[in-house]
C-alpha cells in the first residue's frame, strides 16, 4: 500500500488538530458568552458533525482498511469536539433525516471493502457539503462561535478532503 503522500497528509492533519484541541477551551469560553438560538449554520453543521461521528464510530468497528480506521478515529474526535463546541452554546442536534438513516443502514449492512469504499464516500459527500456550510460563516466579523467554528474548521476539512481522496485511490 502506497502511502506516501497521505502521510504527508496526515502529520498536516494532526498537526492542525493539535490546534483545534489548543483552541477548544477558548471556543468553550467564547460559546458560553455567546449562548443562542440555533441558526441555520448551527442546524446544518449538528445534522452533519453528529451523522459523521456515527459513521465514523461504525468505520473503527467494521473497516478493513487500516488507513481507513485510522481516517475514522481521526473523524470521531473531531466532530465530537465540533459537536461539543456547538452544543455548549445551547443548540440542540436536530434529528438525523431520513437520507442519512438509510446511508447509515447501508453503510452498517456493508462489510469488508465495500465498507470502506461506501464509508469513504459518504465521508467526501459529507466534507463538502460541510465546506458548503462552513464557507459563508468563515471569517465574518464580529467573531462568534459559529464564526469562529466556521474559521478553523475550513483548513480541517480541506485537509480531510486530501485524505479521503487518496485513501479513495488506494481502495480503487
Known amino acids: ?13 494532526f498537526f492542525g488538530l493539535s490546534g483545534t484541541l489548543l483552541a477548544a477551551p477558548a471556543l468553550v ?24 461521528l456515527a459513521i465514523s464510530d461504525l468505520a473503527m468497528k467494521k473497516a478493513s482498511n487500516p488507513m481507513v480506521q485510522l481516517f475514522a478515529k481521526l473523524e470521531a474526535g473531531e466532530q465530537t469536539a465540533v459537536s461539543q463546541v456547538i452544543v455548549s452554546t445551547g443548540a440542540t442536534p436536530p434529528a438525523r433525516p431520513a437520507a442519512l438513516e438509510n446511508i447509515y443502514q447501508k453503510l ?9 469504499r461506501l464509508y469513504i464516500s459518504t465521508e467526501i459527500t459529507g466534507h463538502e457539503e460541510l465546506l458548503s456550510v462552513q464557507l459563508p460563516e468563515a471569517g465574518k466579523k464580529p467573531v462568534n462561535v459559529d464564526v469562529a467554528t466556521a474559521t478553523i474548521l475550513v483548513p480541517f476539512i480541506h ?14
Open 1 to 13: 500500500m502506497n502511502i506516501g503522500k497521505l502521510h504527508i497528509t496526515r502529520r498536516n492533519a
Open 29 to 52: 469560553t467564547a460559546a458560553s458568552a455567546d449562548s443562542h438560538s440555533a441558526s441555520e449554520y448551527t442546524t446544518k453543521t449538528l445534522t452533519i458533525s453528529p451523522f459523521s
Open 108 to 116: 452498517d449492512a456493508a462489510s469488508g471493502a465495500d465498507f470502506d
Open 159 to 172: 485537509t480531510h478532503l486530501a485524505m479521503l481522496s487518496e485513501i479513495q485511490k488506494q481502495l480503487g
